[in-house]
């Protein structure tokens, strides 16, 4: 299972991040391990560095991490998460250009396959909106 | 030109199939999913198309399977290239002829 590129899913709404979580391991399965992170500190729509930190840590493979986030805030926050890592695990975690939902699924089935982060996130991101 | 140089290369196995696609949804996400993840597993280069004359696309491209959009009824083409190319072949006619059942 570490041996598959692991995923975090990060959102402003907890249900969002829960409920596209969900959908990758019913859709793919558990081959690839999946954390899921929203909301803000007090409880409000949001994203916060620690929860992100934490979900990386929680799912960390040696492969790498690929991160898909919804918007804005959920993306410097990320940003932000990546750069308080250790800095041997920093070069291998990545942020994914694409919709939430359905990068999650692209990414998860390219990652259950044993590909590499940089086709993890090609193909997450061959998704992008037309 | 060198002594070793005309050992026989390891013959390239090709295998074709075709199979109709039953699934009432036709090749949605989760049969296009369940496609790609049994691909992958193989190491043959495959290519799937919907109609004979392709467009073919990579079958290990979950973004590609599923921008196929294939309808329930379309005959599904696939050609694979490699050692194991025939087992590939039979492996995706059988998870289509199936009906893409769950893992295990």
Known sequence: MSDNVSLVIVSHSPDVARGAADMVRQMVGDEVKVAHCGGAPDGRLGTDVQKILDAINEVWSPRGVAILVDLGGAETNSEMAIELLPQDRRARVVLCNSPIVEGAIMAATEAAGGSSLADVRATAEELSPR | ?104
């Open chain 2, 1 to 104: 030109m060198s002594a070793y140089s005309d050992s026989a290369p390891v013959p390239l196995s090709r295998a074709t199939a075709n199979v109709v696609l039953r699934h009432e949804a036709g090749l949605h996400a989760r049969p296009a999913v369940k496609l790609t993840k049994l691909a992958k597993k193989f190491a043959a280069k495959i290519a799937l198309a919907t109609s004979e004359g392709g467009p073919w696309i990579d079958a290990k491209s979950i973004v590609k399977v599923m921008a196929a959009k294939a309808p329930r009824d379309t005959l599904l083409h696939f050609r694979a290239e490699g050692a194991d190319a025939s087992a590939a072949v039979e492996a995706l006619v059988a998870l289509v002829e199936q009906d893409f059942p769950d893992d295990g």
